[in-house]
């Protein structure tokens, strides 16, 4: 692994923020997705976040986008970091989402001591103070540039 790769801080990203950058075009993603191609934070994901995005895309819901899937994979290839999944079973105690869908978001931002964790999902930012015992920042993408909570 590159040493620089290592000292910029990690970032997990849900599947609606990958989304918002790479199919939307959303605002609210610019100062991530700049970060992120800049190499200010490391983009962070295991292949269940991947084939839960390729699941999402082959669904046909986004079809009016017309989203560029050789861009969009090809934005993953070059800036997400492939991690292997953390142990399920987790320690005790474990945080525990509400959508077993996005508990694979959470065991990966503690797993690999994320910074962050951006997300608009309910299930996940209200385990936003919890994780903050762990360290990871949970928050929407919109106020990723705000300044952490104490």
Do not use: Y
């Amino acid at each position: 692994m590159d040493p620089a790769e290592t000292a910029a801080p990690i970032v997990v990203l849900d599947t609606n923020v990958v989304l918002d950058w790479l199919v939307f075009g959303n605002p609210e993603s610019d100062a991530i997705a700049a970060a992120i191609v800049a190499g200010e934070v490391r983009w962070v994901a295991t292949r269940a976040m991947r084939d839960e995005l390729a699941h999402v895309l082959a669904r046909g819901h986004l079809d009016a986008w017309a989203p560029d899937l050789d861009a969009l994979w090809a934005h993953w290839d070059l800036h997400c970091s492939d991690l292997p999944a953390p142990e399920s079973a987790g320690p005790p105690g474990r945080l525990r989402c509400a959508d077993p869908d996005d508990q694979k978001f959470i065991d990966l931002a503690v797993a690999c001591n994320a910074r962050w964790l951006l997300s608009r999902d309910r299930a996940v930012l209200k385990l936003a103070r919890r994780l903050r015992e762990h360290g990871v920042d949970t928050r929407p993408p919109d106020r990723w540039t705000e300044p952490a909570h104490a």
